[in-house]
């Protein structure tokens, strides 16, 4: 194997390696947030006072959709109303529609709250779909990406096989002179 050959084959290693930390961090970080606001922030009862479709175009031109809910709520006797747009867009309006509707003006909800700062708020949050969609996701690649990513270091690693710097053949250690070319082989 040419030394360009494995050059190539370690960038690709650590691209892979590090690619597939990342994602495991990534799903082991949005898993720890979704947990973290779960358990740790309060919960309130909430009336909306306005709902709505936000619909535009993304640099694409394709036409997508976010709802767009306004809550007032009561956090230790202040009152707040704060308007918040689904994190997530979709191309589907009916699915924004259909939100926007279980949200309709004068409905009650139960909504998380931060206790630091009660104006962010999380609504129609809990563990769903997307959540183990983008945990999983993340990290199902991060458990293929590493091992392979690593996998091709270890093997790539130097002194795991000694080759002929005249051919590049592979030679064993204790030989002196290359098999495939009769090159004197460096003692090293």
């Not at 082991?28 to 309130?44: A, C, D, E, H, N």
């Not at 699915?95 to 129609?124: C, Q, W």
Request: aromatic content about 12%.
């Amino acid at each position: 194997m040419t030394s360009a050959a494995k050059t190539a084959l370690i960038i690709v290693g650590l691209v892979f390696g590090l690619v597939g930390v990342g994602m495991l961090g990534g799903a082991w970080w949005t898993g720890k947030r979704q947990y973290t606001i779960l358990k740790t922030w309060p919960s309130v009862d909430a009336v909306v006072t306005k709902s709505e479709v936000i619909s535009y175009r993304d640099s694409e031109g394709k036409s997508m959709h976010r709802a767009a809910v306004e809550f007032r709520y009561t956090v230790n006797g202040r009152e707040y109303v704060t308007p918040t747009v689904t994190e997530t867009a979709t191309s589907s309006y009916s699915e924004m529609s259909g939100k926007v509707t279980t949200y309709s003006p004068g409905s009650h909800h139960s909504i998380l709250y931060n206790p630091a700062d009660p104006r962010d708020i999380r609504f129609g949050f809990g563990y769903n779909f997307d959540t183990f969609f983008v945990t999983g996701i993340l990290g199902l690649f991060g458990v293929v990406f590493t091992p392979v990513g690593f996998g091709i270091l270890f093997f790539m690693r130097p002194g795991r096989q000694r080759e002929c710097p005249s051919c590049g053949g592979p030679v064993e250690q204790s030989q002196k002179f290359c098999p495939n070319c009769a090159a004197p082989l460096p003692t090293s």
